[in-house]
Nanobody
């Protein structure tokens, strides 16, 4: 089993930046593809970004392409989400997740096995 703990959320003005971190413990981190997802109040959870086990491949939702960057450090057992040019519509609870799926990177949330508790990101206009 993998335990995931997100950090780095907060309040930022539109146009600003934040970097989220997700620290993993438990099983071998490099065995897992990783993803970031978000859920705004009253809305369904949506995918944001995903990265393969090695970090060599990434995928992004259209809504964040070009503004967000996912990366990972397999020595520090951490995955990151660098967010730039933030918009009020980016406001949500952001979750990281881990997958053992052969399909990597994947934005399909139903393929993820483990989830963190989430960190709140609020973008003011």
């Amino acid at each position: 089993q993998v335990q995931l703990v997100e950090s780095g959320g907060g309040l930022v003005q539109a146009g600003g930046s934040l970097r989220l971190s997700c620290a993993a413990s438990g099983r071998t981190f490099s065995n897992y593809g990783m993803g970031w997802f978000r859920q705004a109040p009253g809305k369904e959870r949506e995918s944001v970004a995903a990265i393969s086990r090695s970090g060599g491949s990434t995928d992004y939702a259209d809504s964040v392409e070009g503004r967000f960057t996912i990366s990972r450090d397999n020595v520090k057992n951490t995955v990151y989400l660098q967010m730039k040019s933030l918009k009020p519509e980016d406001t949500a609870v952001y979750y990281c997740a881990a997958t053992l799926s052969w399909l990597q990177p994947t934005l399909r949330s139903n393929l993820y096995n483990y989830w963190g508790q989430g960190t709140q990101v609020t973008v003011s206009s």
